[in-house]
């Protein structure tokens, strides 16, 4: 990453490296200049970044285990809410720092301008919010159309009251914001400017339900689910041209699912009845 340290002024728009085709979009145009090699680079970045993490956390399970009496089977690790939070709040660092480097030192651009966020008035957010609810209230209405299951690995994360807790916290304040940065900020535009609009929406979608594929685990519907909402977040970024309408959207509907079964399971304290509320 050494390459996005060295350019002109912040406040200028340089053009694409050496051997691009076409100079950078301008932001004026609703686009960015993001191309299929900084998404290569950006997935490889993922990857390594993941290992690492990988690693770092198998280190601090087995260096802290005996003092908090954690076993250190594979099994233990991956059941583990608070570690596993942990390490994907790190792995969120790291890709928030590896966007705003490219935005901002690779292509100096004003890092909110470079994502698209785009300013949204006080009424428009209320529209976003009440949209957030009726796409809960439609999800959770959506018929079963695809095979389900009753147990899958997202339900580990809510185990215990402190472990729903801190998976609500999670859920409400930093997932939104990073997945709609990621998949609607970044590779949304690489997308769109690189092949169209409909594809952008599309693929985004996919990916999007891909990365949530592990978490529902043989339970398709529930997929098939995260795959709409992914769709309506798309759409909402590819008709608004603005990356904010799809975090206050998937914010909201995060919200709503973790107020809903905080109610449902008298405040996380009836863990049976959040699991049985989950698998519905």
Not at 6 to 28: E, K, N, R, Y
Not at 49 to 77: K, Q
């Amino acid at each position: 990453m050494s390459e996005y340290a060295s350019g002109p002024p912040p406040d200028s728009v340089t053009p694409f490296p050496s051997g691009s085709a076409s100079p950078p979009a301008m932001l004026s145009d609703r686009r960015a200049p993001w191309s299929f090699r900084d998404l290569i680079l950006f997935i490889l970045f993922a990857i390594l970044a993941l290992v690492v993490l990988s690693f770092l956390s198998f280190a601090t399970f087995a260096a802290f285990g005996p003092v908090f009496g954690w076993r250190t089977s594979a099994t233990a690790m991956s059941r583990n809410v608070f570690l596993a939070l942990g390490a994907q709040f790190v792995f969120y660092v790291f890709i928030f720092i590896y966007i705003y480097v490219l935005v901002v030192r690779r292509y100096h651009f004003n890092f909110w301008r470079g994502i698209q966020w785009g300013p949204v008035g006080s009424r428009q957010v209320l529209h976003f919010v009440a949209g957030g609810v009726l796409m809960t209230v439609a999800v959770q209405l959506a018929p079963t159309l695809l095979p389900d299951k009753t147990n899958f690995p997202l339900e580990h994360l809510f185990s215990s009251p402190g472990s729903a807790y801190a998976t609500a916290v999670f859920a409400v304040v930093i997932a939104p914001f990073m997945e709609e940065l990621v998949f609607r900020g970044f590779m949304f535009s690489v997308f769109e400017i690189r092949i169209s609009l409909p594809v952008a929406i599309v693929v985004t979608a996919i990916l999007f339900a891909g990365m949530h594929a592990y978490e529902y685990k043989g339970a398709w519907n529930h997929l098939l689910l995260i795959f709409v909402v992914g769709l309506i977040l798309s759409l909402t970024r590819g008709l608004t041209h603005k990356l904010a309408p799809s975090v206050i959207l998937h914010t909201t509907y995060n919200a709503c699912l973790m107020i809903g079964l905080f109610v449902a399971t008298s405040h996380f304290r009836v863990i049976q009845s959040l699991l049985v509320a989950l698998q519905r």
